[in-house]
């Protein structure tokens, strides 16, 4: 089985919640993977990135943060969780094969949801 | 002449604003805009929305914030930038007409770009 973890920053306004349920929805609906699941990676927000892999059955699990840049949430926080190394990767959490992606910060797509912010606009 | 001004949280890593310059670039050279300039709205970050939208010839200046949701910084920090009010999305400052778009967060631009960061590990 395979399976994303989509990793916000996370905030006290729910609409923030709302944001990533809405990306979970969507990709579930693509099948792509077996299971979808969200987590948050600032500080006493709930669930961390380690309790959502506990709750997840896929043995492979692309971890992909919702960041805009390789910041300190990236390099250590997000590791630390996993009990890798700062900058660490790749590794097994769990009994589950953990890769952590780039951030999609740099992305073309985001290129074009800036773009498409304006679009929006004129329709 | 139209602008495009792009909203960044800002970070103390210089990844940030090398991810800012790179969307700043790709959006240059497809020519949409006669100008395009980048911010930040987090406290003590360099320029602020208000001296960049100065530093602009634009007489319409389209704001797109990199932000994944409606917080504080969108609905109360960014406007305030402009002397407009909490939640206040166009008006006119340094003589120029302010247009603040929505944050990129829910565009199904950035669905891709998550699923993006899992297909260029397998390429």
Redesign the interface.
């Known amino acids: 089985m395979k399976g994303?973890l989509?990793v916000?920053?996370g905030?006290?306004?729910s609409?923030?919640a709302?944001?990533m349920e809405?990306?979970k929805e969507?990709?579930e609906k693509?099948g792509?993977f077996d299971e979808v699941e969200i987590c948050y990676v600032a500080r006493n927000r709930k669930p961390t990135p380690d309790e959502a892999v506990r709750k997840m059955k896929s043995d492979e699990i692309?971890v992909?943060p919702?960041l805009?840049?390789?910041?300190?949430h990236f390099t250590e926080d997000l590791p630390a969780f996993f009990n890798f190394k700062p900058g660490q990767r790749e590794g097994v959490f769990d009994g589950k094969r953990i890769?952590i992606?780039?951030?999609?910060?740099?992305?073309?797509?985001?290129?074009?949801?800036?773009?498409?912010?304006?679009f929006?606009?004129l329709e």
């Not at 992606?101 to 304006?118: Q, Y």
């Open positions: 994303l989509i916000g920053h905030s006290e306004k609409h923030y709302k944001v809405i990306h969507r990709i693509m792509i692309y992909v919702i805009i840049s390789k910041g300190i890769v992606c780039d951030p999609i910060g740099e992305d073309r797509f985001v290129t074009l949801a800036i773009i498409n912010a304006v929006k606009l």
